[in-house]
Every structure is written in C-alpha cells, then in structure tokens.
Nanobody, 126 residues
Framework: VQLQASGGGLVQTGGSLRLSCAASERTTSTYTIAWFRQGPGEDRSFVAATRSGGSLTSYSDSVKGRFTISRDCAKNTVYLQMNSLKPDDTAVYFC????????????????????WGQGTQVTVSS
C-alpha cells in the first residue's frame, strides 16, 4: 500500500487546513490509519487515528477538540481537519497505516504502523 499525503501549507494562527491521505489500493477490512507529525528537531509524535468500522478513534491531548480525523472509504482516503491552528502545530504531517485493528494501548505507537506516506508540511505563523 502506498500512501499519498497532501493539503499542507502556510496558515495564520487560528486558521484551518484539511490534510488528505490517499491509499493506492482498497484498504483491508481490518485496519488502523493514523496521522503523526514531526516538528523541527523533534521526534515523530502521534496526532490522531481511527480504526476500521469507526469503532475506535483517538487523539493526542494537544489536538483534542481542534482536529478531526475522518474517512471516505469509497475514495480510500482519510482526512485530518485541523481548526484553531497554533504555531506549535507547525510540523511535517505523516499518514500511517496498518492492516491490524489496534487498540487503545497500541494505537498511538509509531512502531505499530508499517506503511507511511511521504509527509506534508504545515506551517502556522504567529
């Protein structure tokens, strides 16, 4: 599976962006798809994830209430709607995918995902 992330850009504080992650083929019936981000000089960190069937969705505390992850299964695409953006949200955003249905204790772990997109830059100016 190849993942293509897009939708990044430059936005002012308080603005919004919607990221897209398109999969090259139909996802398996069981999967988990996630967004991670990596700021300058930082490790890649969890942002949001959703499991197949919508049975589990998880967000990092730093984006909860501002970001929303959603899926369009017909288009093999997952989205990350980002509202009320802050300078601290500046990072390269990566989508990630696994054919396993992860659970609460594993869904935030970078090592659980074996397919990664190339990343899209989000810059929030103050």
């Amino acid at each position: 599976v190849q993942l293509q992330a897009s939708g990044g850009g430059l936005v002012q504080t308080g603005g919004s962006l919607r990221l897209s992650c398109a999969a090259s083929e139909r996802t398996t019936s069981t999967y988990t798809i996630a967004w991670f981000r990596q700021g300058p000089g930082e490790d890649r960190s969890f942002v949001a994830a959703t499991r197949s069937g919508g049975s589990l969705t998880s967000y990092s505390d730093s984006v909860k209430g501002r970001f929303t992850i959603s899926r369009d299964c017909a288009k093999n695409t997952v989205y990350l709607q980002m509202n009320s953006l802050k300078p601290d949200d500046t990072a390269v955003y990566f989508c990630a995918y696994t054919t396993r249905g992860l659970i609460l204790t594993t869904i935030k772990r970078r090592t659980e995902y074996n397919y990664w997109g190339q990343g899209t830059q989000v810059t929030v100016s103050s």
